[in-house]
């Protein structure tokens, strides 16, 4: 969500006449938006702004602004972690930014208000992306007892279906092959009577070539959104599915809503319906009161489901949630512990469901040169796994391109493979 807000706001400011600058030194204007979610994306966003206010020193016409989670979760109490700073704008002011720029006055500005939502639907398209996340709800109102998120993006707003498919109609028509539906919990969208499932129907009629989707609340998970994926030629085989613990005293802690059976039988429902579907989870270590047992029970759930997939994290106390008020009762080392096995685990199953796509066919969207070898070409496939390719001997640009690729090689986070010369789906690539 971040990611999007950014790439919003970056669509507001060009219309303003504002540009990328390619070093900080050369910006007029330094934005940082930041992340709530563990404290230690707080320390470095605290580190970063500090690091990034000697270009104000140097030049005191530059602007620095932080944006987004952060700046909502502190106010004012961020201008004492950083004094250089000129603007603070919460989760839904941010979209304001050129409004407060132009603003005179030598005090800082912190603008916090959920009331004055810009509307969704004067949002500027952003051009010349492959794939683009489209937001479909903001928000939140799950209060998971250790997220910060409902606090600091406050209750879920959903997006009406015209003004997202508008949306999705303007990017195909600037080259976007792919969209991300994205909101804290999609599966809980509703608009006039349109649920999620319906609205992945209206999304599949556009000229989109390719539709994903995250994240989902198991609890808000239903039949209906399954057999859509399942039916929906263009919706992608995979499901972010977060888990968040094994065990089901620490699930009810943490107000999650489900327990470790309703989570399988999903898996399982999903799994027949959807063939080879990518599966992939958040889990947390070190929840207050998880104990050893709880932790197994955790790593049992990882080896009996084998994600493809997992963001696995250490559990951080945010103030102002509900889990704040419990005693953070598991001492770092063990978390840490808990951590690493977990991790490790996880890299097991991964490299085994990679190595067994070897062989098969992935339709790959490349999105640009591999950063490890500039020789290959990098996408995703359906599955949301990474592919690299090496570029062949015509040096044809794929970017852009949907192509089939054959699976030749793989570890735990990464396929490689070649271009199916009799599989391209564009006819210039049949040479290469
Ligand atoms: N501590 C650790 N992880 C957290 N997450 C959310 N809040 C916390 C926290 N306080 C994780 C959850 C969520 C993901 C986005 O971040 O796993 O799904
Ligand atoms: Fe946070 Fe839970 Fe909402 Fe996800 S569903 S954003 S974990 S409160």
Redesign the pocket.
Known sequence: MNVYDSEVLKGILSQKGYSIASKPEEASLIIVNTCS???HAETRAIGRLNELSRYKLENPDVKLAVIGCMAQRLGERFLKEVPALDLVLGTEELFKLPDYLEKKGKNPTVALSFSELRKFDSLPQRKNKFSSFVAISRGCENF?S????PYVRGPEKNRKVSEIIREVQCLTESGCKEVILIGQNVNSYKDNGCDFADLLKEVSKTNIQRIRFM?SHPKDLSQKLINAMSDLEKVCEHLHL?L?SGSDKILEKMNRKYNSSDYLRLVDSVRNKVEDLSLTT???VG?PGEKEEDFQKTLQMVQRIEFDSA?M??????EG?Q?FLFEDDVPNGVKLERLQTLIELQKKNAQKKNKNLIGKTEEVLIDGKSKRDKASWKGKGRRNKTVIIPKGENDISLLGEIIKVKITSADSFTLFGGIEKDKCSDKNLINM
């Open positions: 979610v563990r404290e998971c250790y997220c910060i998120v994240t977060p968040q958040d889990l947390i929840f963001f994290f250490k559990y951080s106390p945010r949630t889990a």
